[in-house]
């Protein structure tokens, strides 16, 4: 700490919000230091532009739901040079803060500029004076307000990136702990230990460990001897709100990029399977190790959508599957058996009759790598097949209802729903293929200097010709890139980092898919 503070002495180096801060508050002089150094911009996504996250965080829940709020908040987002997936951080800005701002302002006298500070004494004033500076007060104090919106930014990015989100280290011990205490987890911003970079817990310079008392500091415990000269890391995402051990809780990749900016890419497994040849990655999906739990709790999840399903189940029972299947039930015997298929209700009747069912099941469904199908997705392809009858019987008494792989094991029916996910995942998986070509890209020098690093990483072997590059596609093809590009010299370059964190989330949102494939497939050849 006394390092720092020497470090930061230099008045070049000092902010005007530091140094306002120090001569109206002596005894803020910590905290002026502490603002200083403070960076001078945030890799955050907001920071990113539309076409790398377009391109970068193509198919992946993360991007979607960027260029969705982007679409959302277009017409109400201001016409600047920012990204898109800054509109929707704006209009919050208009719609929650501006107006607390102009309370503030119309009722405290705060957010004014001096002229109108000076002149806020309007008791000599008749009415018609009184209305009138009022008015144009309004109009100046509207576009006073518009101009603190980049501050904002700044802060967001600031809290998002540096603050911290902890759970009590133990609440059973303490019998005494208000339920505000417990309950909250975050954000804090704790200064100088933010500074702090970040490393793994499992890397050999992984050092310390900070816990939340329930007496509301923050202790910060050294887990080891540290060398003099050593650099002091810590792990970001110890005692995230999200776990129940502190000492196993993790960020997926995706939740680090969202967070702090960065994905960690000595901690994305999903590279080495992929390098190594596998295209699915059952035998982490399969084991209830310790060791694999956390890593697979580590691995950002997959997203399918209800209107992505709903659209799976649509086009099957369209097509000529459906002949096929009671063909083949017809030839082999198995109506004689006993089992049955049906007429598949028409899309309107689905609507009429199953629309309240599938309106009590989530709009996005989170396909982790686990081994087992998700019962909200069985219950989802389900309702888009079972006969009007049937369905009657199982919402008789309820709105709702979940099924689980139990109801696969009827011929027709398992059939359907296990090829209508095979189709579902199938689309999912070409949502993340990119093809750029050079071309489009004439007035964006950044853009076009980037991928002519990445062509010569890539080898030509994702060039669909001389004047294109694609990425997104071939998984093989994808961990081979980032593998080198983790090894080259090009790593400080802000474009290859960006492209690095998203096609790392790309893969391994890809894995879950390929492997709830696998499974898929391997149940549909069981039937």
Known sequence: MHTLYQLEKDPKRSSSVAEKAAQKHPSSVDSAHYITSLPKQYDSLLNWTTWEIRSFLAGTALGVNALQTDVETKDAAAETSESQHDDALRLRYRTTVVPYLKYLQQNHGMFLSEEDSSNNNSSSMNSNERETKRQKRTEKQDVNLEELYPLFREGCMCISSRAFHMQLHDTKKETNVDNSVTNYHGPYLLPYIDLLN?????????????????????????????????????????????????????????????TYGFVDLEQTPIIDFFLEGKN???????????????????????????????????????????????????????????????????????DRT????????SDELLISL????????????????????????????????????????????????????INAVKAKLKSYKVQVNYSDLQEDADATALLRV?????????????????????VASDARALSKLKSSNVRNNPGVDKFMYGVAVSLEERACLIEIRKKACDMIDQI
Not at 220 to 241: K, L, Q
Not at 354 to 361: E, M, P
Request: proline letters at 3%; a negative charge.
């Open 370 to 421: 686990d081994a087992s199908l998700p019962d909200e997705l069985i219950t989802m392809c389900c309702l888009n097949f079972l006969p009007d009858q049937t369905l009657d019987e199982l919402l008789q008494d309820e709105d709702s209802v979940l099924l689980n792989a139990e109801v696969l094991e009827d011929f027709f029916l398992g059939k359907l729903v296990l090829q209508a996910i």
């Open 198 to 258: 970040h490393s793994p817990q499992t890397s050999p310079k992984h050092v310390t460990t900070l816990r939340r008392d329930t007496d509301g500091s923050f202790v910060m415990i050294a887990e080891r001897n540290i060398a003099i000269g050593e650099e002091i890391c810590h792990s970001y995402d110890v005692g995230s709100p999200t776990s129940q051990n502190e000492s196993n809780s993790s960020f997926t990749s995706a939740q680090t990029l969202q």
């Open 280 to 350: 699915n990655c059952m035998d982490i999906a399969s084991s209830s190790t310790d060791a694999v739990l956390t890593l697979r709790s580590s691995i950002t999840p997959a997203v399918l959508t209800k209107s992505e399903v709903c659209k799976s189940c649509e086009e099957l029972s369209q097509s000529a599957y459906i002949t096929e299947l009671r063909n083949l039930m017809q030839q082999s015997g198995m109506l004689e058996e006993g089992w049955e298929y049906w007429d598949l209700p028409s899309l309107s009747r689905r």
């Open 454 to 474: 990445l062509n010569e990483v890539f080898e030509n072997e994702n060039c669909l010709d001389s004047s294109s590059l694609c990425w997104g596609e071939n």
């Open 354 to 361: 199953r629309g309240d069912a599938l309106k009590n099941l």
